[in-house]
């Protein structure tokens, strides 16, 4: 079972339902044969972004979204902790579509260094 805590939806018009959240990060974790642990799914305003993408990426300004997997493919005690997807809603188009992005990475996807896998995935699931 996925457990998706979801933080800050309050912060801008047009953020998903939890429940679609959850769906959605549900559809992007079974299509990489991820079926079970925690994650958050955090929305902040772009200073927060900014200072993540800053201090992670070592780029400058905010951006749309960041994902921080924690567990991968270690081993972990107790529920396994799939790690952080952290949006910016100012910085990002289409939400469903920043959420599944998230997730992908969470799996391990990462669509600089595959050959448009990730990418094909997402829309596919986008589509559904």
Not at 65 to 75: K, P
Not at 85 to 112: F, K, S
């Amino acid at each position: 079972m996925i457990d998706v805590e979801v933080i800050h939806p309050q912060l801008a018009a047009g953020v998903p339902p939890e429940a679609e959240v959850q769906r959605l990060v549900g559809l992007a974790l079974a299509s990489a044969g991820v079926d079970d642990g925690h994650l958050a799914v955090e929305f902040v305003e772009e200073g927060r972004i900014a200072e993540l993408n800053a201090q992670y990426r070592g780029k400058e300004g905010p951006t749309d979204v960041l994902s921080f997997g924690v567990d991968e493919d270690g081993e972990s005690h107790g529920p396994r902790e799939l790690g952080d997807i952290v949006i910016c809603p100012a910085h990002t188009e289409d939400l469903r579509e920043a959420i599944v992005h998230g997730a992908l990475h969470l799996t391990g996807m990462d669509h600089e260094t595959d050959d448009g896998e990730m990418l094909a995935l997402q829309a596919e699931i986008l589509s559904w």
